[in-house]
């Protein structure tokens, strides 16, 4: 199977080029699906999966070691929930071709050997990008922005360094890197589609 | 004009992607012509321009700042070198679109939004070319490549900081960054020749 895994900076894109790409390659797409099929098969509440899988909630775990483990019951729901996780990534991986946004797939899913993309923009952009599509009730001033986008990247990153050992963002994690800085989205998915699929057929290990 | 900069770590096949590029758009393709040129115009040997052009000479500079200069000729041909080079560089990139390997072009060359490419890939694919692209006299071993190659991407990193204080590899200095491990070159450079198309159809400044 021939498995996209797109990483991304907050409010850079990757998401609308994840979807595209797997609408022009026929490939599946996996973003916010994984939280809804993962919920589904624990007969959990799909907010409550997204939040126990949400890096900020992973990152107090260590803090809990030690201590009386007050919750532990809940702190086992977190695991189960990661480890459902791995498992439902593996078997998407090897259900169909597929596009994955995000969800640390790239490194979950390297004995797949997919292709890694890593998509980046100037925090300018970024921001613009994030004033655009924001839902109205979500009206934050310019700062208050990048504030959220460094922290939401930040919890990324330091996710990576703690449970995965890899550095996320660092360019030899991937196999191409694009800033979509002052770019137009539309116009460059078939290309990185057609650079994809050059890369399948050229460099996938058998 | 259309301006590529192409910025490569040693052994990654940058040089290689240049000169397909160039040849596929049908662009002017600088290289060692740089050096040429300005040794004509110089009325100095091409070795010594290279030499001069050199990242490890320059680095030396600031050793001699508060010396006796006693070899403050050679040193006055240096900056007239490096003057030489960026009056050069601007020319060529009025002139006509073209490809530019190294030579900090994309720092030099900012004002007239050069589409910047980043070459990389890992250190044992990087020893593999290197090897294979090897004259016979220079048989080095594999330790020994390793070595070279470090030494000469970290004299780039060094220049780059101390005379144009930016961070060289930093892939928020590119606009596309392709990391060529296990990838066939020849393959890859009409897509990268498409993908810079659509960049400047679509992202640069007027």
């Known amino acids: 199977m021939n498995i996209i895994t797109i990483s991304r900076e907050f409010g850079s894109g990757g998401r609308e080029i994840g979807?595209?790409?797997a609408d022009i390659l026929g490939y599946t797409y996996y973003d916010r699906?994984?939280?809804?099929?993962?919920?589904e098969r624990m007969n959990m509440d799909v907010d409550y999966v997204a939040h126990a899988m949400d890096q900020e909630m992973l990152m107090n775990i260590p803090l809990h070691f030690g201590r009386t483990f007050g919750d532990s019951y809940a702190m086992k729901q977190q695991v189960d929930i990661l480890?459902?996780?791995?498992?439902?990534l593996k078997e998407i991986a090897s259900a169909s071709?597929?596009?994955?946004v995000g969800r640390?797939?790239?490194?979950?899913l390297s004995e797949f050997h997919?292709?890694?993309m890593f998509i980046y923009a100037d925090m300018e952009h970024k921001i613009k990008r994030c004033q655009k599509y924001a839902k109205e009730e979500e009206n934050l001033s310019p700062r208050e922005m990048k504030k959220m986008i460094r922290k939401v990247d930040s919890r990324r990153f330091q996710y990576h360094r703690m449970?995965?050992?890899t550095d996320w963002g660092d360019k030899n994690q991937y196999h191409l890197c694009v800033n979509t800085t002052g770019v137009n989205i539309k116009s460059i998915v078939p290309?990185?589609?057609d650079y994809s699929s050059a890369w399948f057929r050229n460099s996938k290990p058998e």
Chains 1, 2 share one sequence.
């Not at 480890?83 to 439902?88: G, P």
């Not at 071709?97 to 994955?100: A, F, L, N, S, W």
């Open 114 to 116: 997919p292709f890694k």
């Open 33 to 39: 699906e994984i939280e809804i099929s993962i919920a």
């Open 83 to 88: 480890v459902e996780k791995q498992r439902f």
């Open 163 to 165: 449970f995965l050992n």
């Open 104 to 108: 640390a797939a790239d490194v979950i």
């Open 97 to 100: 071709h597929c596009v994955i």
């Open 191 to 193: 290309i990185l589609a």
């Open 19 to 21: 979807r595209r790409l």
